[in-house]
């Protein structure tokens, strides 16, 4: 079953505006990890931000915040003030447990930013 | 020094060949990880070495090999691939393999198989 939902495939934005990615997902662990990472055509995948499921914050790194709604099982990233770098495909990923490994993405979102 | 660099950059192989493809961080990190990712599709999981010993493989064909000689360096073995195989393969490294410790990935190899 799928367990890390993007509904948007892709999603356009005006340059210096907001934008927000949609990421939902499934589990029954308590205890997990949910990232974001930026993959621009180059194919390096970059790591953004983490959000555990125990933190009573919202995380936030420089112009990227996750807004994180635990009882609606929602990790969206928000993205302020875009920026026509940010233009590339964005993964959302969960890891169940403290001692598991095994991390797995959700299908992304490619983010186009218009100048 | 948060990179992880990986070597080739493209590969082209042909189904009866043998090549290796390198990954390396100093990092010091002790979990380092492959993946294989088709077009316009997310990361999958391969293989997960923890502390150099093999923990996670998803049942990966054998025509696959992984091999971490060290704590820095991983190798994946590729023999007798089929075209299908034609992918990126991300390595990726993180301070540990439990816990909330993100992973770094290096630039990938494109690989083509013939």
């Known amino acids: 079953a799928q367990k890390i939902t993007q509904t948007q495939p892709g999603m356009f934005v005006q340059e210096k505006e907001a934008v927000t990615l949609d990421c939902t997902y499934d589990t029954s662990d308590p205890s997990y990890g949910l990232f974001w990472y930026k993959q621009p055509s180059s194919g390096e995948m970059i790591f953004l931000i983490y959000?555990?499921?125990?933190?009573?914050q919202n995380a936030t790194e420089g112009r990227y915040s996750l807004n994180f709604q635990k009882a609606r099982k929602s990790a969206n990233l928000v993205i302020s003030a875009s920026q026509l770098g940010d233009s590339a495909m964005y993964f959302c990923?969960?890891?169940?447990?403290?001692?598991?490994?095994?991390?797995?993405f959700g299908a992304g979102t490619r983010l186009t930013v218009k100048p | 020094d948060t990179e992880v660099t990986q070597t080739p950059k493209h590969l082209v192989m042909g189904m009866t060949n043998k090549k290796s493809l390198k990954c390396e961080q100093h990092?010091?990190?002790?979990?380092m990880y492959w993946y294989k990712q088709k077009a316009k599709k997310p990361p999958e999981l391969m293989f997960v070495?923890?502390?150099?010993?093999?923990?996670i493989n998803e049942s990966v064909p054998s025509r696959f090999s992984p091999e971490c000689p060290n704590s820095s360096l991983l190798n994946l073995h590729l023999h007798a691939l089929q075209p299908e195989d034609s992918a990126l393969y991300l390595c990726a490294s993180s301070l540990k393999t439990t816990g909330s410790y993100e992973q770094y990935f290096g630039p990938g190899t494109r690989l083509t198989v013939t």
């Open positions: 990923a969960m890891r169940e447990g403290y001692n598991n490994n095994d991390m797995r």
């Open positions: 990092m010091g990190h002790r979990a």
């Open positions: 959000q555990g499921s125990y933190d009573q």
């Open positions: 070495y923890s502390y150099e010993k093999l923990s």
